[in-house]
């Protein structure tokens, strides 16, 4: 199973990750407003429930066509954004931060991957082992 982040668009078929929840919506033809998610302007992709300020706080700037003053559902303001705000904070960002504190490239994480895991079942495993 491929899991996406973000917009992803494949022969009209479209599908969209929350960074917060995880939650995967994907149709034909589908866009944020369909799949009731936003994406700011830092591309964290949300669903709308998850908007700082609650979910009215950008409705209200919407009107009936999902149009809004100044900004669309791809480009919301960092504002609005749970991962932007760190009221959540999204699994890239949790990963740049490591890398970043911890002096470490991307060569030197799959160098700790391949030593430490024979396979990614034994990887998921460890993971999502208590």
């Known amino acids: 199973m491929k899991i996406r982040k973000g917009f992803v668009s494949n022969s009209s078929s479209t599908s969209f990750v929350c ?6 919506v994907g149709g034909w033809d589908m866009g944020l407003e369909e799949a009731d998610m936003f994406t700011c302007e830092n591309s964290h ?4 429930d998850h908007t700082v300020g609650g979910r009215e706080s950008l409705e209200e700037k919407f009107d009936e066509d999902g149009e809004a003053e100044g900004f669309d559902s791809y480009e919301v ?5 749970p991962c932007c705000t760190f009221q959540n ?3 890239v960002d949790i990963v740049s931060l490591y890398m970043k ?3 470490v490239s991307r ?4 160098k700790i991957f391949k030593k430490k895991f024979k396979s ?3 990887f ?7």
């Open 19 to 24: 960074d917060v929840c995880a939650e995967s």
């Open 120 to 122: 990614y079942d034994e």
């Open 89 to 91: 904070v999204a699994d």
């Open 77 to 81: 303001p960092a504002k609005y954004c």
């Open 124 to 130: 998921l495993k460890y993971v999502n082992s208590q």
């Open 107 to 110: 060569d030197d994480v799959a």
């Open 101 to 103: 504190e911890n002096n």
């Open 45 to 48: 992709t949300f669903c709308r």
